[in-house]
């Protein structure tokens, strides 16, 4: 099974700034990662995929990217409905996802 | 725009069975190219991919649950089921339906997803 480790565990940060996510996997994933947000009670949303491709309808202040083993997600510059969880997620080798990163203010 | 929707009972007994069904609304389950996944995630904690049914009927399954799990369909019904064998307490989770497969073609790539059920494992 591949392992995917995300860093931080939480993110503190102000509204207007950047925020930078890692994703590490165990071994080499080529691109295929993804990356999604979940709100609080909420199901999981797709933001970019592909390592570097942003899914439908999201916006350009998400940026991916990275490949192999080594991953970024950065947000330009935080909106309020920006805080929420991140998760990365390999599928090169069925799926797997991290453990997440919180982002709050 | 489709919308997937999960019902199954909230409580099942230790070394019972849990079944669920999701109910698939505007578009087919046996349209070409699409996906039909079962997620789950432990409280307060990440994802699990259980497994996912193709648009033609073949089932993939994570190799952890695999011995444990059964995906089906019914194209008549719009609606797949998941039903998983022997739980206990480690399988308390909101478990979600979800569709993959517009993106690229990748199963994994969720575009639409139900808005979880939780089940507890409890005597």
């Known amino acids: 099974e591949i392992v995917m480790t995300q860093s931080p565990a939480t993110l503190s940060v102000s509204p207007g700034e950047r925020a930078t996510l890692s994703c590490r996997a165990s071994?080499?994933?080529?691109?295929?990662l993804a990356w999604l947000q979940q709100k609080p009670g909420q199901a999981p949303r797709l933001l970019i995929y592909g390592a570097s491709t942003r899914a439908t309808g999201i916006p350009a202040r998400f940026s991916g990217s990275g490949s192999g083993t080594e991953f970024t997600l950065t947000i330009s510059s935080l909106q309020s409905e920006d805080f929420a969880v991140y998760y990365c997620q390999q599928y090169s080798h069925w799926q797997t996802f991290g453990q997440g990163t919180k982002v709050e203010i | 725009q489709v919308q997937l929707q999960e019902s199954g009972p909230g409580l099942v007994k230790p070394s019972q069975t849990l079944s669920l069904t999701c109910t698939v609304s505007g578009g087919s389950i046996s349209s070409g190219g699409y996906y039909w996944s079962w997620i789950r995630q432990h409280p307060g904690k990440g994802l699990e991919w259980i497994g996912y049914i193709s648009y033609s009927g073949n089932t993939y399954y994570n190799p952890s649950l695999k011995s444990r799990v059964t995906i089906s369909a019914d194209t008549s019904k719009n609606q797949f089921s998941l039903k998983l064998s022997s739980v206990s307490a480690a399988d308390t989770a909101v478990y979600y339906c979800?569709?993959?497969?517009?993106?690229?073609?990748?199963?994994?790539?969720?575009?639409?997803w139900g808005q979880g059920t939780l089940v507890s494992v409890s005597s």
């Open positions: 979800a569709r993959g497969g517009a993106y690229s073609g990748y199963a994994s790539l969720i575009d639409y």
């Open positions: 071994q080499s994933v080529s691109s295929n």
